[in-house]
Nanobody
């Protein structure tokens, strides 16, 4: 069993900041990629940011320069630092972890981020 626990979401005004956290625990032995996705109402789930074990990062164009992903490999935790938030960032944010030995992907339950104008 693998559990992903997300935290840090909530309501914030436009221009504000939030930090999301996702901690992986359980039977997960080697993590390759950790990332964040989001799904806004009526839209498909999309990649926000991801970071591979070797350090390579990937960001959606819409968040470049505003969001930063980081991870603590010792704690199996990934963070998403979100600055200069916009109403269009409003979505449910999901953590995803890619386990490297079995090649399994695990998803968190999602956490709501609401940005008011």
């Amino acid at each position: 069993q693998v559990q992903l626990v997300e935290s840090g979401g909530g309501l914030v005004q436009a221009g504000g900041s939030l930090r999301l956290s996702c901690a992986a625990s359980g039977s997960i032995f080697s993590i390759n990629e950790m990332g964040w996705y989001r799904q806004a109402p009526g839209k498909e789930r999309e990649l926000v940011a991801a970071k591979r074990k070797g350090g390579r990062e990937n960001y959606a164009d819409s968040v470049k320069g505003r969001f930063t992903i980081s991870r603590d490999n010792a704690k199996n935790t990934v963070y998403l630092h979100m600055n200069t938030l916009k109403p269009e960032d409003t979505a449910v944010y999901y953590c995803k972890v890619e386990e490297s030995i079995l090649g399994m992907d695990y998803w968190g339950k999602g956490i709501l981020v609401s940005v008011s104008s």
